[in-house]
Structures are given as C-alpha cells and as structure tokens.
C-alpha cells in the first residue's frame, strides 16, 4: 500500500510541475487552457525522447490545477497582490513565480489539498527553477499569506 501512495504523491508532484510550465506556456503564448492541456498530455507527461524521459504525471490533477488557475485567475492574482509590498503587484514579478502562485492558488481556493502540502510542493517547484535562490523563502512567504486568507482558520497554529 505504501508504494502505490508515494507512487501518487510522485504522480501529483509531476503534475505540479507540469501545471506550473504550462500556466507559463499560456501566459506567454495566450494559447487557450485546453489546448496547452493537450499539448502536455500528448508531448511531455511521461514521454521519453533521446534527452531522457519525462515523469508521468496525475492527468486528472494536471487538469484541474491549470484549468482552476485559469478559471479563478482574477481572484488568485488577487490574493497574491495582497501577499506582496505595494511596489511589486503580480504583474511585475518574474513569469516563472506567476504560474507558481496561480497554480498554489488553484489548488488552495478549488481543491482539498492541504493548505501547508500545497506550500511544501510549490516551494519546491520554486527551488526546482531557482536553485539556491531566495525565491523559495518568498514563494512560502507569499503562499503561506495567499493559504491564510483562501483557508481562514487551516494554518492556525497548533494549542
């Protein structure tokens, strides 16, 4: 039993991953959601080329994570906006950070995922891009504050 959970958590991780760069891929290219959906699905979860194999990925959560962040985009930039000084509105920070918080975001306003889960998995997608950065203590920051106001009452601390 325990291998078919890390196995999932492995899956919901890819597709993470993979919901990140294509909420990039739609900003950059203004593609719309259900084609850059298929472009991934066909082309990187869990195909192999020369350069090596792609992991496979949670389909289902794929979807859902980039067609929520797509959906609910106004209200997650929203919160993002709130979680950053006045001087740095979503619009100015780096692309590769905007997919990640509107995927966080996805996952904290339309789904049942753990409020601190969807932190740790994020952060790590944000080291994953900047090794060694500072970015990953600003993704927690702007997350964690994004889990607060989504999830009243989820990231209470413990009595």
């Not at 619009?91 to 904290?108: H, K, N, Q």
Request: avoid cysteine; hydrophobic fraction near 45%; charged fraction near 25%.
């Amino acid at each position: 039993m325990k291998a078919a959970q890390e196995a999932m958590r492995r899956a919901r991780a890819a597709s993470r991953l993979y919901a990140v760069q294509a909420l990039f891929q739609l900003e950059a290219s203004g593609e719309p959601v259900e084609k850059v959906q298929q472009e991934f699905e066909t082309y990187r979860l869990g195909a192999t080329y020369d350069e090596g194999e792609f992991a496979e990925g949670d389909i289902d959560h794929f979807r859902k994570v980039t067609f929520e962040a797509v959906s609910n985009q106004a209200r997650i930039d929203q919160m993002a906006d709130r979680a950053l000084v006045a001087k740095w509105p979503i619009a100015r920070i780096d692309p590769t950070l905007r997919a990640v918080f509107r995927a966080a975001g996805a996952e904290l306003v339309a789904s049942d995922t753990p409020a601190k889960v969807v932190i740790t998995e994020y952060v790590a997608i944000a080291d994953a891009f900047f090794p060694g950065g500072r970015e990953s203590g600003f993704v927690n920051a702007v997350i964690d504050h994004m889990a607060r106001e989504a999830r009243p009452g989820a990231m209470a601390a413990p009595r």
